[in-house]
């Protein structure tokens, strides 16, 4: 299995600020795309799947570039709530063939401040 | 509620030890994994498994053993031949197909003396 590879920061933004996050994955046969959200000394949670078409959640988008090989998650009107890891995976086909295994990025660190 | 639980929270033991952290889920998920979490790093796989009586290594397989006897539970050990074995231990599940979206448990933090 091949890298994924993620900025690690940290991006420190005011409230309100847009932020944007890339991920780039080696493998150009990956299959299923996400970007999940952990806070400090707890576990990982989903925040979005990520589709060829881009998709939104609210004040979040996500957009896949496959003829570039990255991801990207974007944040509008920063909370301090926001404030956490956010970790890029992808899914490729394992080396035994016939199952499919996610691979983490290590992590973009964002702190939201006052 | 379904979940994944996975016991204990913290775990202590001291070196030459084995010991087993439980993981266990009520999603009637079929793939289930563990991950290694160091300070500042990434997640690293040790095992998953797609299926009953099945599993397979990952990255970081060597000084770890895991059984799935059940459905439902993945126990993974640690065992002594683990040369750094202080780490955050996180497991998950996924339904196999289509996209085998992973959601964790609360980890456990194994400190070995």
């Known amino acids: 299995r091949k890298e994924v590879e993620q900025d690690p920061g940290p991006f420190n933004v005011p409230e309100g600020a847009t932020v944007a996050f890339n991920c780039t994955y080696s493998?150009?046969?990956?299959?299923?795309f996400f970007w999940y959200r952990q806070d400090c000394r707890k576990e990982p949670k989903l925040l979005m799947s990520?589709?060829?078409s881009g998709n939104e959640d609210g004040r979040f988008t996500a957009q896949l570039n496959r003829a570039s090989q990255y991801i990207s998650l974007l944040i509008r009107d920063s909370k301090l709530s926001d404030s956490a890891t956010y970790l890029c995976?992808?899914?490729?086909?394992?080396?035994?063939?016939?199952?499919?295994?996610?691979?983490f990025g290590r992590g973009t660190s964002l702190i939201v401040h006052p | 509620d379904g979940g994944i639980t996975q016991s204990p929270k913290y775990l202590f033991r001291k070196e030459g030890q084995n010991v087993t952290l439980s993981c266990e889920q009520n999603?009637?998920?079929?793939?289930m994994y563990w991950y290694r979490q160091d300070p500042g790093q990434g997640l690293r796989l040790i095992y998953y498994?797609?299926?009953?009586?099945?599993?397979q290594k990952g990255d970081i397989a060597e000084g770890y053993s895991v059984s799935r006897e059940k459905k439902e539970s993945f126990p993974l050990t640690v065992t002594s031949a683990q040369k750094n074995p202080t780490a955050f231990y996180l497991c998950?599940?996924?339904?196999?197909?289509?996209?085998?979206?992973?959601?964790f448990g609360p980890g456990t933090r194994l400190t070995v003396l």
């Open positions: 493998n150009s046969a990956s299959q299923s």
């Open positions: 999603l009637n998920h079929d793939a």
């Open positions: 990520v589709y060829s």
């Open positions: 995976v992808v899914t490729a086909e394992g080396a035994s063939g016939g199952s499919y295994i996610p691979t």
């Open positions: 498994s797609q299926i009953v009586n099945d599993f």
């Open positions: 998950a599940s996924s339904i196999e197909i289509p996209r085998r979206t992973q959601y």
